[in-house]
C-alpha cells in the first residue's frame, strides 16, 4: 500500500496541463523477481518515475516503452526476460532468473481508480486486464462484491467478477486467463488490503523509533498515553494521531480493525494490564508488550483471580516478549525487532533466516514457478471498535 500512496500523493503534486505520464504494474512472474505481482511505478515524460518495478534494472527500457504509451494513448505489456541467456538485449546480465508481464498505462486509465483504494483504507479486489482486445480495462469491487467501478466488457465482466470474490477468502493476486466472444484475455486478480496501523499505548522515549519506522514503511501510526508530557507533537513529528487518553476510555477513543497492531510499551505494568484487558477482545491480530514474560505471566495471574481467561486464539494473538530475537538492546534496535516481528506477523511469516527456508521466498502457485502475490494475515469481514 506504501506504493500506491507515494503513487497517488506524486500524481496530485504534478501539473498536468504542463506534463504527461503513465503507470507500469507488474501483473505477473515466472521464476525470481525483484519485485511481486502488484508492484508499480508513476513514468512521466521528464524522465522523472516514483516507485519501481524491479531492483532498478527494467527501469530504464520501461521508461522508454512508456513514451510510446504515452503518445499512442494504448495500453501495452512487456514481457521481460531475466534469464542469463536471454536478457542480452536488455544490454545487462541481470541474473535474476525469470519473466515478468509488466503493463503499461497511460496514466489516465488507473489513476481514479488508484486513487480511490487509497482514500478508502479497506480491502478491495481489482482485476487488471493485460492482454487481450480489453487490454487496460478493470474491474474494481469491495468485500461484499458490490461494483465500485469497472471499464471491462459485459462478458469479461461476468467471467471475472465470481473468481475477483473469492479472492478475499484465498487471500492471494494472480493472474487467470478467460476465454469470451471476444477472445482470450489475461487478468491480473489482485487483493489489495490497508496497510497495517499501529497503536503504541505509552508514548515514552522508546516508543519514538517504534513511531518513525513504522511511518517509514507508511503504515498508520497512533500514539496514546495517560501523560500529556509522553505524547508531545515534538517526540512523534511523523505519527498520524497523538491522543491524551485514560485507559477506560481506549474503547471508545480507539477503532481497531484487522489490521491494527497494539503496541504496549508504557512501563506502568497496571496500565498495560488494562489495555491488554480492553484490546484482547478486539480483532487486532497482534498485541505485543514490552517487558520480560514474568511480566506477563503476572498479568494472566491477575486474570484468573478475576475470572478472566484468554483463549488459545487470543493468546496466540498476544507477542510477551515482544518483538524478534535479533539480539536487541538499545531503543533503535528493539523498534526494528518489533516492526519486523508485526511485518511477519501480518505476511503470515516466520521471520526466521531466508538462507534456511527450503522453498522458494515468494509464494508460488501449485505445480508451477508463476509467483503469487500473498495478501496480509486477517479477517477482513470484522472491522469493528473495541
Known sequence: MKDLNSLV????????????????????????SYRSPGARMLILDDGQWVGSISGGCLEGDAL???RQVMLEKKSMTVTYDTRE????????GLGCNGVIDVLIQPVEEPIDTLTEIVERQQPLALATVFSGAASGALLL?????????????????AAVNEDLRLIFESKRSQPKTYQTPEGA????????????HVI?????????????????????VEVTDECVAHIAPVFFPSADKLSLCQREWIDREFTITPYTACVLMSHNYEYDRDVLQKVINSPAPYIGILGPRKRFDKMLAEFA??????????????????????????PDEIAVSIIAEIQSKF????????????????????????????????????????
Not at 10 to 31: F, M
Not at 85 to 92: D, V
Not at 369 to 374: E, F, G, I, P, T
Request: no cysteine.
Open 9 to 32: 500523493s506524486a500524481y496530485r503534486n504534478v501539473d498536468w496541463h504542463k506534463r504527461n505520464g503513465a503507470i507500469a504494474t507488474v501483473v505477473n512472474v515466472h521464476g525470481s
Open 64 to 66: 522508454r516503452k512508456a
Open 85 to 92: 541467456e536471454s536478457n542480452q538485449k536488455l544490454g545487462i
Open 141 to 157: 469491487q469491495d468485500i461484499k462484491g458490490e461494483t465500485l467501478r469497472s471499464t471491462l466488457p459485459a462478458a469479461l465482466h
Open 185 to 196: 484475455h489475461s487478468v491480473f486478480l489482485e487483493l489489495i488490503q490497508p496497510a497495517p
Open 200 to 220: 503504541l499505548f505509552g508514548g515514552g522515549f522508546d516508543a519514538r523509533p517504534v513511531s518513525q519506522l513504522a511511518k517509514s514503511l507508511g503504515w498508520r
Open 305 to 330: 483471580q478475576r475470572n478472566i481467561t484468554l483463549t488459545a486464539e487470543q493468546l496466540h494473538r498476544i507477542h510477551s516478549p515482544i518483538g524478534l530475537d535479533i539480539g536487541a538492546e538499545a
Open 347 to 386: 505476511s503470515n511469516r516466520s521471520g526466521g533466516f531466508l538462507k534456511y527456508h527450503s522453498g522458494p521466498i515468494h509464494a508460488r502457485q501449485a505445480g508451477g514457478d508463476q509467483v503469487l502475490k500473498q495478501a496480509y494475515l486477517g479477517n477482513e469481514n470484522a472491522q469493528k471498535s473495541v
